[in-house]
């Protein structure tokens, strides 16, 4: 198959993974013909088609981090104030401190960890944080960037940075408890 | 040893915020201690510990 055409096999893939860092479709359209573009311009043959997507994937990455760089001001420009977080907190805790309900035993599921099906609701619940505090949470948990560098990309303090990231941890531990790990305790 | 004693709520940002910086000494002694005695908390700790598992995997699936 010519590399065109295997390239652009990949594309809808790279999309999906370009649109939920960047949370903008231009942008993320942007960052996959980029991506597609260095590509062709020096293709290398792999052994396989896995070899191939760490390879893209590899790119996408550089590229994506090219974008958030670029467009600094508009990635840290966080929503309104009331995102939610305080609700959460009334909701999981008593004034008191101490848990409202305690947390739920989520076990030690190894394999379905690694089930498709996990990584939707997984990537859907990543979707659903605000998009300044998702940005900031998969530019550490995708690009697996050190903080010190994200604050520096994005200009901010070092306790923006960890309050967006407390709140995005303990969305997205709300979320998987709703729609998977609570859903399959209680059947 | 007051100064020690941490509520569960404090005790889950501390837990939180671990997986992001290093917590100062004292903090440590004050998590550890809490969670010797708390049911609820160490039950926590693993959904964190599952969470960052299920990250990690989501990431190399993302990359093959």
């Not at chain 1, 600094?72 to 401190?97: I, N, P, T």
């Not at chain 2, 569960?8 to 002694?29: G, H, N, S, Y």
Request: charged content about 25%.
């Amino acid at each position: 198959m010519p590399i065109e055409s295997q390239l652009a096999e990949y594309r809808s893939y790279l999309l999906r993974f370009a649109r939920l860092q960047l949370r903008n479709d231009a942008w993320a359209e942007d960052a996959v013909s980029e991506t597609l573009l260095a590509a062709l311009s020096k293709p290398q043959s792999f052994a396989n088609k896995s070899q191939l997507k760490t390879w893209l994937v590899g790119i996408l990455k550089h590229k994506v981090i090219d974008i958030l760089r670029q467009r600094q001001r508009e990635v840290s420009l966080a929503e309104d104030e009331g995102d939610g977080s305080e609700e959460l907190d009334a909701l999981m805790f008593k004034s008191d401190g101490h848990f409202a309900a305690q947390p739920a035993d989520w076990g030690n599921p190894e394999q379905e960890l690694n089930s498709r099906q996990f990584f939707a609701v997984l990537e859907a619940c990543a979707d659903k944080l605000p998009a300044a505090m998702g940005r900031i949470f998969l530019m550490r948990e995708w690009l697996e960037m050190p903080s010190e560098e994200i604050c520096k990309e994005l200009g901010l303090t070092p306790t923006n940075l960890y309050v967006q990231l407390h709140r995005a941890r303990l969305r997205l531990r709300e979320c998987l408890e709703l729609n998977w790990f609570g859903n399959r305790a209680a059947s | 040893m007051k100064f020690l004693r941490r509520t569960c709520k404090e005790v889950t940002v501390l837990l939180v915020a671990r997986q992001d910086r290093d917590l100062p000494v004292i903090e440590r002694l004050a998590l550890r201690l809490h969670l010797a005695a708390c049911t609820a908390c160490p039950v926590f700790e693993r959904q964190l510990l599952t969470m960052r598992n299920a990250l990690q995997r989501w990431r190399h699936y993302s990359e093959q």
